[in-house]
């Protein structure tokens, strides 16, 4: 983490960590919820090609927001 540089290296930052923690748990769980979704009710012939197209794009959105 680079919250010591901003906030000094003695400084407390362990609520911090776990608040980030959560909240890319939560956006994690809610991206699963709604990808589980689409792939319950779209369209069931679509080729397994399709799927792992989607999710190559996704990791490469994934990647390229963590810039």
Do not use: K, W
Request: charged share 5%.
């Amino acid at each position: 983490m680079t919250l010591g540089v901003d906030v000094g290296a003695r400084a407390p930052v362990g609520q911090s960590a776990l608040v980030h923690a959560f909240g890319s748990l939560v956006v994690a769980s809610l991206a699963a919820a709604a990808g589980y979704g689409i792939y319950e009710v779209g369209p069931t012939s679509a080729p397994v090609t399709a799927l792992v197209a989607l999710l190559f794009a996704a990791v490469l959105l994934t990647y390229a927001l963590g810039d």
